[in-house]
């Protein structure tokens, strides 16, 4: 049984375009999370959503666009992909919002611009 | 925002040792302090939570300590295996989980 699943596990793409990454949580969580992990292997939070609404949005540039159709689901689409944003990015989620229980990631999407 | 800093970015031991990893932060005391453990090409896994009240938290093999005083809080694997070699990575919470950078664990048989 899956917890938090994303697709693609891996995205080759040209710089320029849109892509976009999917992720889904069968634990019944209320809040869901997008990081970021670069290289150098340093985890980002980039956005976090309580039961579909927004609550933390760290500063991301607004070619980065989160969507929660539903509580169990949380996509990011990214748009005009630049070299800089290869990375690893990970969803995440949680049972509450304050950062004070553990929270269940996914197993990751490594993108690749090139 | 909290600058957290894990010891050193590779420690290796031998199977049976001890491990003991570092997380220093420079702000306030979080009301929460976690622990993960990250594989190679995998999503960290969460191993333990402490807060700001408890000292120690144990854990089968793990234990964690929480010094606020020191701004510190300290990892340790007992009797480590190989199979404890990993990634691991200590997290502040304030509205939100911030990230050390990890510290990678080699343990030699």
């Known amino acids: 049984d899956t917890a938090v699943s994303q697709t693609p596990k891996y995205l080759v793409t040209q710089m320029g375009n849109d892509k976009s990454i999917k992720c889904e949580q069968n634990l019944g969580h209320d809040t869901m999370y997008w990081y970021k992990q670069d290289s150098k292997k340093f985890l980002k939070i980039m956005f976090s959503y309580n039961n579909k609404e927004l609550i933390i949005n760290e500063t991301v540039p607004n070619r980065f666009s989160p969507k929660s159709p539903d509580k169990a689901h949380l996509n990011l689409h990214i748009n005009s992909l630049e070299l800089g944003d290869s990375a690893v990015y990970f969803c995440?989620?949680?049972?509450?919002?304050?950062?004070?229980?553990?929270?269940?990631f996914g197993p990751g999407t490594r993108l690749t611009v090139l | 925002s909290q600058k957290i800093e894990q010891n050193s970015e590779a420690l290796n031991i031998q199977e049976g040792k001890t491990a003991t990893l570092t997380c220093n932060y420079t702000?306030?005391?979080?009301?929460?302090l976690q622990w993960y453990r990250q594989d190679p090409g995998r999503g960290p896994v969460f191993l333990l939570l402490?807060?700001?009240?408890?000292k120690e938290k144990r854990k089968e093999r793990l234990k964690v300590t929480f010094d606020t005083t020191l701004k510190q809080s300290l990892f340790h694997i007992t009797a480590s295996q190989p199979a404890d070699s990993a990634t691991y990575l200590c997290a502040l919470n304030d509205y939100k989980l911030s990230f050390g950078a990890g510290t990678t664990v080699t343990v030699r048989a």
């Open positions: 402490i807060r700001e009240n408890e």
């Open positions: 702000n306030y005391s979080p009301a929460y």
């Open positions: 995440a989620s949680s049972r509450t919002s304050g950062g004070d229980g553990e929270q269940f």
